[in-house]
């Protein structure tokens, strides 16, 4: 039987309600203090998840896409110059490539971790190469000792994409651990309402180690202000207001709960369907901890949109991320990108499917999206 809440991708009322006496208590202190701009709250949050993150710098911003425009503005690159990153992603990164008239240069993916091929990166650096931007997709992190190593050897920068993965955790080979977003010269992320850590509305931040990085993102983020009305640059307005930070801090301390509960489905689901030829499961390699912003399979041999429509009419919802890849998207054709050049991108784009994970998934739930999901797998 269907348990008595409606399944979905992620359940925000359910989330509001476990934690409503706090959040409401902190709306309404915004509320009364009239600080809605730059107030104690957003102050308070950044350390807060500086602390967490262990970095000395977080900048909150507007947004995850504004954290992404506001990491390239900061390292002073020219037009034309190129910024490798993957073609199997959310839009964001290389539309903030493409806006600030850098280049996107894609490089394939690995079919089980969904993440850039580290080992097909080389091949694509040339004298205008400047940055690699990879994103930590689904939540897992990376392979990031191969990639910082490559970009030591080449003297690029390291933006990492962690709008999807904050709280993941990666081991070097040293047995030093980091978190998504802090082993590259600048991290950033997103508090959209669904991401791990979620606000109310739009939210971001920057982390970085760099002093002089931090200062200029932040100067970056007020309309390239150093001090008040003194504007050293073209920046942009890019800001988390109280209220979004207040409830962000409320959230924080459960950030690495949430992630757990997301672990224990994922582990479910991987159990569930590990001896199914049907059903490719994601690869998750020892050195890194995955935050399962999405569960990600890839079907084989079976009809994808059937099995959708008929985990619909089960009342299980189910998505495709991400339907198209990157470099075959109409806006970025000007770049003679064609059908082929990443097969591995494309091919996921054909196959994967993305079942319902979130924290406020019950045990019920889980089973019965586990039967559906086998049953349907079975008779189509
Ligand atoms: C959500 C997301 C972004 C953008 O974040 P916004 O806050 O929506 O601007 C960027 N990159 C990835 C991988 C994302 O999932």
Redesign the pocket.
């Known amino acids: 039987m269907i348990s008595r809440r409606r399944i979905q991708m992620v359940d925000l009322q359910s989330q509001y309600h476990r934690l409503e006496t706090e959040i409401d208590k902190g709306i309404k202190a915004v509320l009364c203090s009239g600080q809605f701009i730059n107030g104690e709250p957003v102050k308070q949050f950044a350390a807060h998840l500086a602390a967490y993150l262990n970095v000395p710098y977080v900048i909150p911003c507007?947004?995850?896409?504004?954290?992404?425009q506001i990491s390239l503005m900061s390292l002073h690159l020219s037009p034309g110059d190129e910024v490798i990153t993957t073609p199997f992603?959310?839009i964001?990164?290389a539309e903030a490539i493409a806006l600030l008239n850098l280049t996107p240069v894609f490089v394939d993916v690995e079919a089980d971790t969904f993440n850039i091929d580290i080992s097909r990166i080389e091949q694509k650096i040339t004298s205008r190469t400047k940055v690699l931007l990879p994103?930590?997709?689904f939540g897992q992190c990376c392979n990031m000792q191969s990639l910082l190593s490559f970009a030591g050897t080449y003297h690029l920068h390291v933006i990492e994409?962690a709008?999807?993965s904050l709280g993941a955790r990666y081991r070097m080979s040293s047995g030093e651990e980091y978190h998504a977003g802090t082993m590259g010269n600048i991290g950033?992320t997103?508090?959209?309402p669904s991401?791990n850590l979620g606000c109310y509305g739009?939210?971001?931040a920057i982390f970085t180690r760099d002093t002089l990085l931090a200062d200029t993102a932040k100067s970056i983020a007020s309309h390239g202000q150093s001090t008040r009305y003194r504007h050293d640059r073209i920046g942009m307005n890019s800001r988390l207001d109280s209220l979004q930070a207040t409830i962000l801090d409320i959230k924080l301390p459960y950030l690495d709960i949430f992630n757990e509960r997301r672990r224990k489905i994922a582990t479910a689901y991987n159990e569930a369907f590990a001896h199914n030829e049907h059903l490719l499961l994601p690869n998750m390699p020892e050195d890194r901890s995955h935050v399962f912003?999405q569960y990600t399979l890839r079907l084989q041999g079976k009809n994808r949109e059937a099995c959708i429509q008929a985990l619909n009419e089960a009342g299980i919802p189910a998505m495709i991320y991400y339907p198209v890849p990157l470099h075959l998207q109409k806006v970025f054709a000007n770049y003679g990108y064609r059908q082929g050049d990443f097969p591995v991108a494309e091919q996921l784009c054909q196959t994967v499917l993305s079942l319902p994970i979130c924290p406020e998934l019950d045990n019920q739930q889980l089973d019965y999206i586990t039967d559906i999901f086998l049953k349907i797998i079975k008779k189509i």
């Open positions: 507007g947004n995850g896409t504004d954290a992404l992603s959310f964001a990164a994103v930590h997709l994409d709008c999807q950033c997103s508090f959209f991401k739009d939210g971001g912003h």
